[in-house]
């Protein structure tokens, strides 16, 4: 299957700075990547809609100002958390579609997991 | 919105054992995928299943679309089986794309 690759897996950093997370596809393109945030012991819910070229467009909540998406090219996404404070401690996926953004399979990265002191 | 319900919440079971898996969807059906997350955190894709039946070695999995349900079936169930199974749908107001994740069923296979 696909590949979509994250880095890093892990950081821990101090509260304040900021963080940023890549996320590419390894073997295909990718005009439309998808981030997901996971707190402990819970599902996986929708952040942002990356888009190659043009803006990235979030879900209800979620600050824009405060992550920061770039989809420069169509095989990269980043993730940049800004300001970083303990309540963003969280475990950060990245997903892309393979084939259709419609109707294909999405592969996901192998998550970030943020640690914000 | 689309809502995406799994069930059983967590299910142990003793190895060797076969179970069933649940997810119930609330919307029309385009993309559905079933996902382990394994103890490091990653989804590893089982199956990508909008309608019909897949099987992949000890699982398989069916898709009853216009009952909107899917099963995820674990025969002979191994310790490695153990984390947590994911059931996803696609969310479709136009050309999204991406999926909706239900809570997830806890899976614990004891040796």
């Known amino acids: 299957g696909a590949v979509v690759s994250q880095h890093p897996s892990r950081v821990i950093c101090k509260s304040g700075t900021s963080v940023k997370i890549e996320c590419r596809s390894l073997?295909?393109?990718?005009?439309?990547m998808f981030w997901y945030r996971q707190f402990p012991k819970q599902s996986l819910m929708l952040m942002a809609t990356?888009?190659?070229?043009?803006?990235?467009?979030?879900e209800q909540g979620v600050e824009k100002d405060k992550f920061l998406i770039n989809h420069a090219s169509l095989t990269l996404s980043t993730l940049t958390v800004t300001s970083a404070h303990p309540e963003d401690s969280s475990f950060y996926i990245c997903?892309?579609?393979?084939?259709?953004?419609?109707?294909?399979?999405?592969?996901f990265g192998e998550g970030s997991r943020l640690t914000v002191l | 919105g689309i809502q995406v319900e799994q069930s059983p919440p967590d299910l142990i079971l003793q190895e060797g054992a076969n179970s069933t898996l649940r997810c119930n969807f609330s919307?029309?059906?385009?993309?559905l995928q079933w996902f382990h997350q394994n103890p490091w955190g990653q989804l590893i894709n089982l199956f990508y299943?909008?309608?019909g039946t897949k099987q992949n070695g000890r699982l398989s999995a069916t898709t009853v679309a216009t009952e909107r349900y899917s099963l995820l079936y674990i025969s002979s169930s191994q310790t490695t089986d153990s984390g947590v199974y994911f059931c996803?749908?696609?969310?479709?107001?136009?050309?999204?794309?991406?999926?909706?994740f239900g809570k997830g069923t806890k899976l614990s296979v004891k040796p």
């Open positions: 997903s892309a579609p393979q084939g259709s953004l419609n109707t294909g399979e999405l592969f």
């Open positions: 073997d295909f393109q990718a005009t439309t």
């Open positions: 990356s888009n190659e070229g043009s803006k990235a467009t979030y």
């Open positions: 919307d029309s059906v385009n993309n």
């Open positions: 299943i909008p309608s």
């Open positions: 996803a749908q696609s969310n479709y107001g136009g050309s999204q794309g991406n999926l909706i």
